[in-house]
């Protein structure tokens, strides 16, 4: 499957009731959550990237105060063997990377809608760029091929929506059926 057609097939499964969706999120509720949870994945992201550029690139990590080790989870220090597993890390790098890079397009986003900057769609399209080199890295550590993985998800996708995106469907899912898709079974 090639990447157009792939981006092509996959809006085909956004939800595009764009009034409906402007609504809710203007209500003065769920605009407040927007923006606090915003910063949340922002600050998450920014730890996260700390994180994988210490594991990963070697950068020096001076740990902040709320680094602090939760106690309940000293149990897992010493506890080497499942880390120990290339698949496992590629898989981490791919996840750190990802999560990263989508705290950088939240952080852009929350700019613009605290009205610190304008709209940054150049900004935005790096984010997605960079995102989109984690993408063949975690599905090469599943020894896939990124064609394979994006047809599957399209498969489940139309399993979910079959003609378009539709909230009951979003609602009503056979996620039995989705399972069996992403496990290699009959298709759509």
């Given at each position: ?64 105060a ?15 063997e ?5 698949q ?7 996840a ?72 009951h ?8 059926k ?10 759509c």
């Amino acid at each position: 499957m090639r990447p157009n057609e792939y981006q092509e097939l996959a809006g085909l499964t956004e939800n595009q009731d764009y009034p409906a969706i402007i609504n809710r999120a203007t209500d003065a509720g769920v605009l407040l959550k927007l923006c606090v949870d915003l910063k949340q994945g922002i600050d998450m992201g920014r730890k996260l990237d700390r994180l994988k550029k210490l594991v990963f690139y070697g950068k020096d990590f001076r740990p902040l105060a709320e680094d602090a080790v939760d106690r309940r989870k000293m149990d897992i220090i010493g506890e080497t063997e499942r880390v120990n597993n290339v698949q496992f890390i590629r898989l981490l790098h791919a996840a750190l990377g990802l999560a990263t890079e989508a705290g950088e397009l939240m952080e852009m986003l929350s700019d613009y809608l605290e009205g610190h900057k304008p709209l940054d769609v150049v900004n935005a399209k790096e984010e997605l760029g960079d995102a989109q080199w984690y993408v063949p890295l975690g599905v090469d550590a599943c020894d896939a091929e990124l064609e394979d993985v994006m047809q599957t998800n399209i498969d489940k996708l139309r399993a979910r929506y079959p003609d378009k995106f539709t909230e009951h469907d979003a609602q009503n899912r056979n996620l039995d059926k989705e399972r069996e898709i992403l496990e290699g079974g009959k298709k759509c």
